[in-house]
């Protein structure tokens, strides 16, 4: 009797802390930009006022296979549902599953679905800065991707090692597509004295999320008239004027 009293206590005590859990948290998504990546989701219906939500990480490295799965807590947030995720990259190929729980009365709700995210593949890239010099006929063009955030230690142009796509043209002309691994490189044949534009779109094997740069535009420098040939052009001219 003492054992079915015992039983019945714990069942009811089950089906409370059951009826307690707050809502499950729904459409977990990752919003990620040169490797600045923020969680958001949005509470389940019903969620009450002064819900807590507690996220997790479970991280799989595909480069040591016989590493298991590791879950551990990320952030304990209050009201919040976006905040700012911290994932260091130990190896390119780190995936990451999150899932975002919900605490209320110290009841904590089941876990989300699981928003998976692998951060090489799927952060957006922001587009290249281009800056431009002209140089006589030609036009000198250096590239630079964006920074990677500072907590990612992520090097860009070392993980990506892009080919830049260069589009040029001369103002109300055709425009002309050059593509090179380089990042400091000329545009040559150029017409002395002209304005060309130039846009710049970093392509990337591993990462497809890239956008290309606005348009930059500069002159070509005028070229210096040959000071020996003007020199004996005023020379013949003198020369004629005293013989008429």
Request: charged fraction near 15%.
């Amino acid at each position: 009797m003492k054992h079915f009293l015992l039983s019945s206590h714990l069942y009811r005590s089950r089906d409370r802390l059951l009826a307690a859990a707050p809502p499950v948290p729904v459409n977990v998504s990752v919003h990620s930009v040169n490797f600045r990546h923020v969680l958001r989701w949005d509470p389940g219906p019903g969620t009450p006022p002064g819900t807590h939500f507690v996220v997790y990480n479970v991280q799989r490295y595909f480069s040591r296979p016989s590493q298991n799965f590791s879950q551990h807590q990320l952030k304990w947030l209050t009201n919040s549902t976006t905040t700012w995720v911290q994932l260091k990259l130990k190896d390119q190929t780190d995936v990451y599953s999150l899932v975002v729980l919900a605490s209320y009365n110290n009841s904590l709700s089941p876990e989300s679905l699981k928003c998976r995210f692998t951060p090489y593949e799927e952060t957006k890239i922001g587009p290249s800065k281009v800056s431009l010099a002209g140089c006589g006929n030609c036009i000198r063009v250096n590239v630079s991707l964006p920074e990677a955030d500072s907590s990612s230690s992520v090097y860009m142009h070392k993980m990506y090692n892009p080919t830049y796509r260069v589009v040029y043209k001369e103002r109300g002309g055709k425009e002309i597509v050059y593509n090179t691994e380089s990042r400091s490189f000329n545009l040559t044949n150029l017409h002395s004295g002209s304005e060309y534009c130039v846009q710049v779109h970093a392509l990337m094997r591993l990462n497809k999320n890239t956008k290309p740069s606005n348009w930059t535009c500069t002159f070509t420098s005028m070229l210096e008239a040959n000071t020996g040939e003007l020199t004996w052009c005023l020379y013949y001219m003198f020369i004629a004027d005293l013989k008429v």
